[in-house]
């Protein structure tokens, strides 16, 4: 089990910006693909990034490409989401999930194949 801890919420205006990490444990983290989601009450868990173990592919949601960045450093467990150009349309909870691959290229893109779960952040953009 991955335990995760996100961190870097918080109040912006739109146009902002703010920048999510997330620490994980664990000694298999290059083998491990890591990937942020977000979600508002009542709605579904909605894919925004994913990045594999190596780094090697990044995936982003139509919504949010040109504006975040994934990045991961395998050095110190830890992931990114830049997320620059800020919208109102992208206040929700933001949750950074892993998922143990094996390998470093497998990048999922869908909240049920990941098995582990921080405890979320919330961003609020501002109009």
């Known amino acids: 089990q991955v335990q995760l801890v996100e961190s870097g919420g918080g109040l912006v205006q739109a146009g902002g910006s703010l920048r999510l990490s997330c620490a994980a444990s664990g000694r298999t983290f290059s083998s491990t693909a890591m990937g942020w989601f977000r979600q508002n009450p009542g709605k579904e868990r909605e894919f925004v990034a994913a990045?594999?173990?190596?780094?090697?592919?990044?995936y982003y949601a139509d919504s949010v490409k040109g504006r975040f960045t994934i990045s991961r450093d395998n050095a110190k467990n830890t992931v990114a989401l830049q997320m620059d150009s800020l919208k109102p349309e992208d206040t929700a909870v933001y949750y950074c999930?892993?998922?143990?691959?094996?390998?470093?290229?497998?990048?999922?893109?869908?909240?049920?194949?990941?098995?582990?779960w921080g405890q979320g952040a919330q961003v609020t953009v501002s109009s």
């Open positions: 990045i594999s173990g190596s780094a090697l592919n990044t």
């Open positions: 999930a892993a998922l143990f691959t094996g390998n470093g290229w497998y990048t999922p893109r869908l909240d049920y194949e990941y098995d582990n």
